[in-house]
């Protein structure tokens, strides 16, 4: 299509992709079509063999201009992760949006009401999670806001905390002998179990959360020493590597990972060989090894292997404190949930109570 319409090479983009797209006829395209011409686009201009992407500009609208501002915060100050900008972001423009329109953003005007006006807004149709995220996000903003000398005070201590209208559930875990079946379910003999066994030992060894293990670049690995460095929460921090895992990541470096430019420590399967694009798709990893083995929890998301390695912990005598070390959890009350966890403690308190069972 491209000889024909005299198109080189070094002029394809999205722009011409759309053009060849709209030839197709109608119910002819094969499924996908658009995602593998976007994945062609990227590998090709990996390669240095067609234009990079144009960065968006900014435009006239001043919603925009302060969300880009928070980005190049978050990113060059605050080093989170790429889903956590991109969730914030979502988050404060929808904030500016519904506070300023498309009028000129007043920050100086901005008020505690206003933000927690629009948090009970917008958490009336969202679960408990999406409504704590967007009280986090809007503190992180406010904060950026006053340092930069933007809003006269910090209004970050007046947003409200997210509230759960009922007790929270049960972490959802596996029993140590289904996570072994897990984990021996790779198949090693092939890339692609290589990287997956590593991955689900960092999971269920180390607790790691799915965006951490992302985020992993080969400079992170100091073999020398043992030691892995986890990014995650806008943190750094040194964790010993667990024989059986610096086992399995050697193993796939030395015969599972391709040859390609990027530094992330995981890379897709298949050409072009780029970085997994967000946490969601360890999860997905985490899912088709639970199919492999034939395990079918409540929840299949790579946090169980997390839940799971508390769980044990707990029972195997750990106390809290230890377990929220290991989960490197900022605040003592995130690991509380877990004295719920331990059942064989809870029928020994039960059983010792004095008096005749309700």
């Given at each position: 299509w491209m000889a024909l319409e005299g198109i080189g090479l070094d002029s394809l983009d999205e722009r011409r992709t759309e053009a060849f797209l709209s030839t197709r006829k109608p119910g002819c395209r094969p499924r996908g079509e658009a995602a593998t011409l976007r994945l062609?686009?990227?590998?090709?201009?990996?390669?240095?063999?067609?234009?990079?992407?144009?960065?968006?500009?900014?435009?006239?609208?001043?919603?925009?201009?302060i969300a880009r501002r928070y980005e190049r915060f978050l990113v060059n100050e605050r080093c989170v992760s790429a889903t956590t900008v991109?969730?914030?972001?979502?988050?404060?423009?929808?904030?500016?949006?519904?506070?300023?329109?498309?009028?000129?953003?007043?920050?100086?005007?901005?008020?505690?009401?206003?933000?927690?006006?629009?948090?009970?807004?917008?958490?009336?149709?969202?679960?408990?999670?999406?409504?704590?995220?967007?009280?986090?996000?809007?503190?992180?903003?406010?904060?950026?806001?006053?340092?930069?000398?933007?809003?006269?005070?910090?209004?970050?201590?007046?947003?409200?905390?997210?509230?759960?209208?009922?007790q929270p559930e049960l972490p959802r875990s596996l029993d140590p002998d289904e996570v072994e079946s897990l984990i021996d379910g790779c198949d090693r003999t092939t890339a692609v179990g290589r990287r997956d066994h590593a991955i689900l030992l960092l999971l269920s060894r180390l607790g790691l959360r799915a965006g951490e293990v992302v985020a992993m670049t080969l400079d992170d690995l100091d073999?020398?020493?043992?030691?892995?460095?986890?990014?995650?929460?806008?943190?750094?921090?040194?964790?010993?590597?667990p024989h059986d895992v610096g086992e399995a990541l050697a193993a796939w470096l030395r015969d599972g990972r391709p040859s390609c430019p990027t530094?992330?420590?995981?890379?897709?399967?298949?050409?072009?060989?780029?970085?997994?694009?967000?946490?969601?798709?360890?999860?997905?990893?985490?899912?088709r090894a639970l199919a492999r083995a034939e395990l079918d929890p409540p929840f299949k998301g790579a946090h169980t292997l997390r839940h799971s390695l508390a769980t044990g912990m707990l029972r195997n005598g750990a106390s809290l404190e230890d377990i929220g070390q290991i989960l490197r959890h900022r605040h003592p009350e995130t690991t509380q949930i877990y004295a719920r966890c331990d059942l064989d403690s809870l029928r020994d308190l039960a059983s010792a109570w004095p008096g005749d069972a309700p």
């Amino acid at each position: 299509w491209m000889a024909l319409e005299g198109i080189g090479l070094d002029s394809l983009d999205e722009r011409r992709t759309e053009a060849f797209l709209s030839t197709r006829k109608p119910g002819c395209r094969p499924r996908g079509e658009a995602a593998t011409l976007r994945l062609l686009l990227d590998h090709l201009r990996d390669g240095g063999r067609v234009r990079p992407k144009p960065a968006e500009p900014e435009g006239n609208n001043p919603v925009e201009r302060i969300a880009r501002r928070y980005e190049r915060f978050l990113v060059n100050e605050r080093c989170v992760s790429a889903t956590t900008v991109k969730t914030y972001l979502s988050i404060v423009r929808a904030f500016l949006a519904d506070r300023f329109g498309t009028r000129t953003a007043d920050l100086g005007s901005l008020t505690v009401r206003d933000c927690n006006g629009f948090i009970l807004r917008y958490g009336g149709n969202v679960c408990w999670r999406t409504s704590k995220m967007s009280a986090t996000a809007l503190r992180s903003f406010l904060r950026h806001l006053h340092q930069g000398g933007e809003i006269p005070a910090d209004l970050a201590d007046g947003i409200l905390p997210a509230t759960k209208r009922r007790q929270p559930e049960l972490p959802r875990s596996l029993d140590p002998d289904e996570v072994e079946s897990l984990i021996d379910g790779c198949d090693r003999t092939t890339a692609v179990g290589r990287r997956d066994h590593a991955i689900l030992l960092l999971l269920s060894r180390l607790g790691l959360r799915a965006g951490e293990v992302v985020a992993m670049t080969l400079d992170d690995l100091d073999w020398n020493n043992g030691l892995v460095t986890v990014r995650g929460k806008g943190r750094h921090e040194q964790l010993p590597l667990p024989h059986d895992v610096g086992e399995a990541l050697a193993a796939w470096l030395r015969d599972g990972r391709p040859s390609c430019p990027t530094r992330r420590l995981f890379v897709r399967a298949h050409a072009p060989h780029k970085p997994f694009s967000g946490a969601s798709a360890v999860s997905c990893l985490v899912r088709r090894a639970l199919a492999r083995a034939e395990l079918d929890p409540p929840f299949k998301g790579a946090h169980t292997l997390r839940h799971s390695l508390a769980t044990g912990m707990l029972r195997n005598g750990a106390s809290l404190e230890d377990i929220g070390q290991i989960l490197r959890h900022r605040h003592p009350e995130t690991t509380q949930i877990y004295a719920r966890c331990d059942l064989d403690s809870l029928r020994d308190l039960a059983s010792a109570w004095p008096g005749d069972a309700p």
